[in-house]
């Protein structure tokens, strides 16, 4: 549009309050965690300066690459566990079957819900007591099977695991769904003209035309993953002894449990700059484009 | 006679390629069926039970209730409060998703319909938002709140929410309204119409399926978010919903029945709310996931 000087004042008024907002409280504090980093402070008392300190301490502290482990094994078990069967359930629901929609409402559902809604009602599954899965055992004769699922170390992870993949499955499988929706139809009657057969035609065709659709929800699987903290605080709180502790949770603990605001700050940092790697690596090794 | 003998192998053939597409389609929906199970049972079960007394809970877990026990949800409403949780998510999903959707979409309409120095630079620069992870801002936000005096109360939240969920919104409208036709203020502007009038009664009116999208995209994240309300929330009677029950859960983790009936009223209003608008909030998901 044409230009004027009363345009200029109006795109002003027009954008600076979003971007004021915005500046406020998302730049600001992330800038200021950088800050906080490289500085000794409880949050209340003076800071003192310690440059990398933090950091030196932070990589030398067993429990903070325990989280880390902890994360990797969210990203890995979200990637392997989202994404293919989310593929395979939208390939089904892809064809001319009646109902489809309601198997589509289904699954996208616990897409919507809190994720602290979700850490309770799979805390009270697998409640070693009275839960629904100890129950399910033992009602089909299986009381050797029975665990104390979110209190025993060797278990614990698991089922926090089953759960992040159980939550997401429903969000990729609709991204899925839009994209198979986008793929031309004359190109998979002529691959069935061909006589090519469905296996053939999906691995081969519609598959790869829905590729770069497979590699953005990696992506998004992957930063998703390590963001991960509102259902492992919920269902275990990082326990037990620190087996299901995350990243977050372990910044979230050292910060206002322990009161350590400069180191707590270091492992904001590093999160930042982990996810942003690890984001970059991915898309350069998959080809796809960032953002 | 040859004749006879094609049109019965052709039957033939037509029959062993409809019990071929039986037998498929039956395995498919067998599998869509255990998925939707996987799904849907966890949440039925919680359901379900939350109307049972602790005693049939014990011996009967799987089967409907003998007697449906209204007693837990009572129970559950004044434990846990849920009366002043459910005004405190209401009253912050709608004023942060107004204001974030409002100021969202005029950044939008200047970023989308007018060619200026720093145009793409702003809209980069929002954009970045996407990649922040809202973890490394926990310490800062609870810094800067307290220094600004915004620690516990009733708007507190409102501020972060806004200002995280301002990316996704300007993200999804700007590609909206890009795709206008360029000329579509012009004849408004001859007209005599200013700028923002063109925003207000063109611009909008015609963005109305994207504003759908992420008025719903804000009212879900609003709804459902814990973190920053973990942080920045200490005052019971300023909880939201995810806060007041992770706290309720966790101080009652014997009483099932009561739990779940919490759990259950919980649920309703987002359920509801996707069911209604399921069409709509698919399409803006996939919109916002797709790009973001």
């Not at chain 1, 965690?33 to 003192?48: A, K, P, Q, R, V």
């Not at chain 1, 979110?150 to 926090?160: E, F, I, N």
């Not at chain 2, 192998?9 to 599998?31: A, E, H, P």
């Not at chain 2, 700028?195 to 399926?209: E, Y």
Request: charged fraction near 15%; include cysteine.
């Amino acid at each position: 549009m044409h230009l004027t000087k009363k345009s200029k004042v109006a795109i002003i008024i027009g954008i600076l309050p979003a971007l004021f907002l915005y500046i406020l409280f998302a730049i600001v504090p992330i800038i200021q965690s950088f800050y906080y980093s490289l500085m000794e402070w409880n949050g209340i008392s003076d800071m003192t300066f310690i440059g990398f300190d933090n950091f030196k301490k932070l990589f030398q502290e067993p429990l903070f690459w325990s989280s880390v482990k902890n994360n990797i094994y969210v990203v890995i078990a979200s990637v392997l566990g989202q994404i293919p069967i989310a593929l395979f359930i939208a390939l089904l629901l892809n064809r001319k079957l009646k109902g489809v929609r309601i198997f589509r409402t289904i699954g996208f559902l616990p897409v919507v819900l809190s994720t602290v809604v979700i850490s309770l009602t799979w805390s009270l599954i697998y409640n070693s007591k009275n839960g629904m899965l100890n129950e399910l055992l033992r009602t089909v004769g299986l009381d050797g099977l029975t665990q104390n699922w979110l209190g025993d170390t060797k278990w614990t992870m698991v089922a926090v695991l089953i759960t992040i993949i159980w939550q997401f499955i429903g969000l990729y499988l609709i991204i899925f769904l839009a994209a198979l929706q986008n793929v031309p139809e004359e190109v998979l009657e002529a691959a069935k003209m061909d006589g090519a057969s469905e296996w053939v035609t999906t691995f081969k065709i519609t598959i790869p035309m829905i590729w770069s659709t497979i590699i953005v929800a990696v992506i998004l699987c992957i930063s998703g993953s390590l963001k991960t903290f509102d259902l492992i605080y919920v269902m275990t709180n990082g326990g037990p002894a620190h087996s299901t502790e995350v990243m977050a949770l372990y910044m979230f603990n050292e910060t206002f449990s322990k009161l350590n605001y400069g180191y707590g700050s270091a492992v904001s940092v590093f999160i930042f700059f982990f996810s942003l790697i690890l984001i970059f690596i991915t898309t350069k090794l998959l080809k796809g484009k960032m953002i | 006679m040859e004749a006879i003998v094609k049109s019965e192998k052709d039957t033939r053939k037509k029959k062993s390629t409809n019990k071929k597409k039986w037998t498929k389609n039956t395995i498919i929906y067998l599998i869509l069926g255990i998925f939707s199970l996987v799904n849907v049972y966890p949440i039925v079960w919680m359901v379900i039970n939350s109307f049972k007394s602790e005693s049939e809970f014990i011996v009967n877990q799987f089967g409907f209730p003998k007697v449906f026990v209204l007693e837990n949800f009572i129970n559950a409403w004044e434990i846990a409060n849920l009366g002043v949780l459910f005004k405190n998510s209401i009253f912050i999903c709608v004023i942060a998703t107004g204001i974030t959707v409002f100021l969202g979409a005029l950044a939008s309409y200047f970023l989308s319909r007018f060619t200026f120095k720093m145009n793409k630079l702003i809209y980069t620069f929002f954009i970045f938002g996407l990649l922040i992870p809202i973890h490394a801002t926990l310490v800062p936000m609870f810094i800067l709140m307290r220094n600004l005096g915004l620690l516990d109360t009733p708007v507190t939240l409102i501020f972060p929410y806004i200002a995280f969920h301002l990316p996704i919104t300007i993200f999804i409208l700007t590609s909206f309204m890009k795709a206008f036709p360029k000329d579509i203020e012009e004849s408004a502007i001859m007209d005599g119409c200013g700028i923002f009038r063109v925003f207000w009664s063109i611009i909008l009116p015609m963005s109305r399926p994207a504003l759908a999208t992420v008025v719903i995209l804000n009212f879900i994240y609003n709804w459902n978010e814990f973190s920053f309300a973990l942080v920045l929330i200490n005052d019971p009677g300023l909880q939201t919903l995810p806060l007041g029950l992770a706290n309720f859960a966790g101080q009652f983790t014997t009483n099932y029945g009561a739990q779940m009936a919490g759990l259950t009223m919980s649920l309703i209003p987002i359920v509801v709310f996707y069911l209604l608008l399921e069409k709509e909030i698919v399409q803006g998901m996939t919109a916002g996931a797709v790009k973001g």
